[in-house]
């Protein structure tokens, strides 16, 4: 016997705190038309700037990291002016402040990075010595690795202003996620998709993550029925590696889950932060994961793996930087 379908969510009006770049208000339009089309309520935009957006001379491994792109949207729900944050999931930090949770993990977009020219069709036809733009570290690490004769020169701005400083010749290419271009229907732009295997992705690539604060149980709930179970198991340990090594903006590190059956397969990777062109280190483990804690635990297990291959070494390289005053 079938059980009854649980009762619908009461009407209630909510506001959404977002990034105000093309991406994010996709993001965000996103949540929005699920969330009115599943529910019927009445969501609206909080549309901000963040200091992610404000710093864009700098590095973001030099001000503080990915975090300046979520504080005040996080204030916006702790003063109640919002109450739920949407999240390109890999810009969330492994550890969230005290009384936010993440309500949901939506269904991955297309989690690979992408090689964006408008010249040349893959990394491999590149002319020695050619301008790659990207302030990834973590793709600085593997793109030297492949091809150590390029010229590597930092990239900020939201996604618009990288393919503009593209195309007013800046680089010869750029190295940008495969989901983003997708969701805003540039596509067409990409010269090459980076196999997970050649580059892999950073831990939550593709996935958008919805932060609450806690004490909403209604929110929460539906919230959850939004959640694409799989990604969320996968995310968990992509996200458990990084949170194991200390991930920052300031550590290349890559780790990316994908299923096979019932297991998922863990592949992580973690160059030196001070010396790119040292050698890379890389591990793949897998398990039958069914349960959040398990998913951590074998994140824990490729992070283990990457010790075992000298891990530790590159860890006391790295040198973080205080976050900007007032973020």
Known sequence: MSLPDSPAPAARALRIATRESRLALWQAEHVQRLLAGRYGWQVDLLGMTTRGDQILDRALSKVGGKGLFVKELELALEEGRAQLAVHSLKDVPMELPDGFVLAAVLEREDPRDALVSPRHGSLEALPPGAVVGTSSLRRVVQLLHRRPDLRIEPLRGNLDTRLRKLD????????????????LGLAQRIAQHFAPDEMIPCAGQGALGLEVRQGDPALDAALAALAHAPTALAVEAERAVSRALGGSCSLPLAAHAVWDGSRLCVDAALGHPQQPQSPLLRTRVDAVVETPEAARALGLQAAQALRAAGADGYLAAVVEAPAEAGS
Do not use: C, H, S
């Not at 007013?168 to 969701?183: F, H, M, N, Q, S």
């Open 168 to 183: 007013e010749g800046a680089y010869d290419a750029i190295v940008l996620a495969a989901a983003g271009l997708k969701r």
